[in-house]
C-alpha cells in the first residue's frame, strides 16, 4: 500500500487534483445532489453536521450507509450503485484505503465528482477517479469550504449554527 500524502507534503499539487478556489467553487457552483458515502444518523458526527449543512443550504443529500434506512430524513442506500437518479458529487467520509473502490462506482453511476473530506487522502482512487473525467477534490471539507466561499463563515471562522464551543442543555447523555 502507498503511503498517504498529506497535501503539503507534496512538492507540488498533482495535476489530477482541483484544489484552487475558482474550481472549488466551480464544483460547489455546478453540483446540486450530493451522495454522501459514510453518512452517519449520529448528530455529532462530521458527516451529519457537514450534511445537514449542505442540505439547508439547497442541496439535495443523498445517504450512503449500510447500517442505516433514513438519515437526515432521506432514505438512505448500501451502495452508490442502488441510488435510481442521478448524483453530481460523492462525498467520502470513509477511511482512505476505502476509497478505490468507492471511486470506481463513482465513476460506474456518471458522478461528476469525487470529494474526500479531510483526512481522506488516496492518490490511487484521485488519479483513477480523473481519468475517468471526474474533478477530484481531496482532503477539504465541503462544509468548511462552502461557507468560506459562499459567505457562512463567522467572524471567528466558523458558522456558530453548525459548530460550537458551547455543549446544548438538552443533551441526552
Sequence with gaps: MTPIQRRDALSEQPSYLTDDIPGIRKVLSQSKTIAVVGLSASWHRPSYFAAKYMKDHGY?????NPRYQEVLGEKCYADLREIPEPVDMVDCFRRSE??????????????KVLWMQ??????EAARLAHDAGL???MDRCVKIEYARLFG???????NTR??????????PY
Design 118 to 123: 479531510l483526512g481522506v487522502i488516496n492518490h
Design 162 to 171: 453548525v459548530i460550537s464551543a458551547k455543549r446544548p442543555l438538552n443533551v
Design 60 to 64: 439535495r443529500v443523498i445517504p450512503v
Design 135 to 137: 474533478t477530484v477534490v
Design 98 to 111: 476505502d476509497i478505490p473502490p468507492l471511486a470506481r462506482q463513482a465513476i460506474d453511476i456518471g458522478a
Design 152 to 158: 457562512g463563515l463567522g467572524f471567528v471562522g466558523v
